[in-house]
């Protein structure tokens, strides 16, 4: 990461592209066709963005070979339009570094574990024998419990909380204000009210697992919540205790995932999505934004629960109409057993 | 703001309202009819609140002139009742005020730039070449990132999270643990799993906004995500990267907004709604409750897309026909067909 | 709470329980059958678990009097098998305990009254005229604002937020992220945009309640928001001003709760609920995962609004149907219209 200019040449390289234009423009960030300066570079994954070609500014323009003959100006031709933007999105983040090593106002435990490469930001409080990484950054505010631990290079924004036990692998990044190994909801009902199940189990996320801001992710009852490799959630996720999330899935924003459900691998949840306990979703399942999953599915598909979008005076019309549905399946069924009886007897059309 | 005693004939200055009754009555809060003290300042803005005015032991009423033969003890005659209520609400807020300066605490970095009277509390992290602006207040733990921005007057409670680039307006609130600034979910699916799209746009908040508690608001992709002037904001909202809110527009609890998408001015969005990615809402829309909104539109109206709440026997029943309604609908087809055949051929009613 | 090794003969005591086996084996956890070592303790609440024993390796059972004779090994025979699991859960608990007195990083008004056995963790801010009892536990990062009070023994994870004069009783949990006593969601609309009406009520939090991680609840606009005792929240749930919830109900994750609503006790309310300001809803009543409630009800009931889930394609040819269904339901009543004209003039059927 950092905040500096880069030659074409140096990009062309970086992206093991192909250059045809000026290897010695100097590029300082990246924008979009219609925004870009001579100084940022763009990129052209799809022919709708062909028409701001002629009219931008942009310094220099990724794409690929399909599209290489409609731009004159500077261009990085690639196998992999979009791939090859996010590769080069990395060169241009803006976050700081945070300085190597433990800052004054950290609190952190005698018996905890810090490699000498980490950065501790103001006010983090790390518990006893926990384990913080090489390269790892830990922002201010960050509550790391007892035992837990932070494997190299994760980044942790400020004010994340962090339980005691849970391990988090490399490479991962997670956003302000998203807490992990919080108690999963279990409880006895008694007669004298609800008797808490302490949840003795732990969180394991494995390498390069993105999780967004103001997430929940509760550690397991007994056994482990186990968000595995390559795993990317969004933001407002809550994802509760003894959930298994497979290889490479994706789960979009204000998604909710009961206790004990098993989500396969490659699988896309888009927004909203509620999730049952105690199902197991295939591998590559598809949900649409809002579903609300009740059931497990052994086969990948691509599933949906939400009616459409209606004009409000027609929603309450036809609204009603769902509450008669049985009914109204009923009242077709005495037509057709009263038509039958009126049509001559030949073989039915199906 | 303050916590202290007025007359009544304060109060109808302040309100610039008609006054009947004591002039010297000294009020020190509010509370409804049901629940005021002769202290204590009610109001009437229905009819059905009408009922409590004669066992009500309140000090003063503010109603409007239609009401105000209704009572006969003192009241502030004004124009808009619910809005005159709403100012002066002002004047009893009980949140104390933050002592004006750095806490010693707090860890500020040398390139910020604070103002004078801003008041910074205890533990908060401000960021190198951060503005804090006149007048501001930041509670507790709050964390300000590099080359943030907070205009002048505006309030933030405690750990709250700013990121790096991100612009607050002036007069804002923001509630705790709204984090403002972290990464939209961007990420190019490569062979090797997703790989991150660096979130290089920042955030806008325009004047007068109000945030509240645990929402997150992502930056931009490329961009800035835009909230203007005068937008509301309830709890655990979700704003993805590049989403636009047109002004005035208010977002209730627990709705998730996809990336890209446009919200125009005044628009009205009900508790739990999703909004879809990538598209447009035009100004004055209102969106009931739970609605999945899939499909932008380009004039004002009224939308829903919720099915009833049933009791869940009947539930199962229409449950199970709602997966039948194609066939249902097919089998109606061919009942009419099979009808005709039967009438006699006269012109049909429509 | 600790983390400690107890005899059969403990933990039979401990649990009122029939001991059928070896006394003086120890146990150091809790694990289910599959995974258990022989120090550790497994319980059979159900048929299906019976399956199991034969192979588990497991150093002891919990049981109930109809499943004792299915096992050879030690057993611990109770009345209720997963209330005795929950009691028992409560000896392994992980969680350190914080030590008593203030940690010197934490900043407490002078005003504020910390019982002496009490536990403020590093970086906590206490404000004037707090109130923290006997045995509370803030963990690190907590804000408790001014006239606040927290009763005995309640445990408060890192980085909550309690905002100025909220009020949480006895031998309460609060996770990590929670926000309590945020302001509610009011503004009078004017011609100028929205006026914040300033929320003056507080939140009242009753004995024994549970709240989850990063879960919103808003002090109320006039008068409080008011948790009884004994209910249990789950994660990233949003409950508004005013709202009440009775005794020992429980909100499970992703639930918002709009302002004014009224739930009765020993109600349930599944994941991602959705329930509409204003309503009441009746004691012991439950509500499946996802419902939109916007009706209340007077009597105990199990309600339910969302479709089921179907293939996407599926989905869409019945979702087209759902936007018709008024329509059809005509249909259907023409139909029958007409059938009657060409059937013979006989008693109808029912």
Not at 72 to 85: D, F, I, Q, R, W
Not at 312 to 325: A, D, E, F, M, P
Request: hydrophobic share 40%; charged share 15%.
């Amino acid at each position: 990461m950092g905040n500096t200019e880069r030659s074409l040449s140096e990009l062309t390289e970086y992206l093991d592209a192909e250059l045809i234009g000026d290897a010695e423009h100097r590029i300082s960030g990246i924008a979009d066709l219609q925004c870009a300066s001579t100084s940022e570079l763009s990129f052209v994954n799809q022919e709708s963005y062909l028409q701001y070609l002629p009219q931008s500014a942009t310094g220099a323009v990724i794409l690929n070979a399909d599209f290489a003959d409609k731009y004159a100006g500077n261009k990085l031709v690639v196998a992999n339009t979009y791939l090859a933007y996010a590769k080069v999105s990395a060169l241009f983040e803006s976050l700081s570094e945070l300085p190597v090593g433990i800052h004054p106002t950290a609190v952190v435990a005698s018996s905890a574990n810090i490699a000498s490469n980490a950065a501790i930001g103001a006010h983090c409080v790390i518990g006893e024998q926990a384990h913080i990484a090489s390269g790892v950054r830990l922002y201010s505010g960050v509550s790391v419990g007892d035992r837990a631990s932070i494997d190299s290079n994760t980044l942790v924004h400020p004010n994340v909380v962090v339980y005691h036990g849970v391990s988090i692998g490399k490479n991962c990044v997670i956003h302000s204000g998203t807490v992990i190994g919080s108690d999963g909801f279990g409880f006895a009902p008694s007669r004298d009210g609800w008797t808490k199940i302490h949840q003795l189990g732990g969180v394991i996320i494995g390498d390069k697992v993105e999780v967004g801001s103001n997430c929940s992710i509760d550690r397991g009852a007994l056994g482990n919540t186990v968000i595995a490799d390559g795993v990317i959630i969004d933001n407002l996720v809550h994802i509760a205790h003894n959930v298994k999330i497979g290889k490479r899935s994706a789960i979009a924003g204000c998604v909710g995932i009961a206790g004990s459900a098993i989500i396969g691998e490659n699988c896309t949840v888009a927004g909203a999505v509620a999730i049952n306990g105690h199902i197991s979703i295939a591998d590559n399942s598809h949900f649409h934004g809002g579903t609300i999953v009740t059931k497990g599915n052994t086969e990948a598909g691509v599933f949906a629960s939400t009616p459409p979008m209606q004009d409000v005076k027609k929603w309450r019309r036809n609204s009603v109409r769902y509450t008669q549905l049985d009914e109204m399946s009923n009242r077709i069924k005495q037509l057709e057993k009263q038509l039958k009886s009126l049509l001559p007897a030949e073989p039915e059309e199906k």
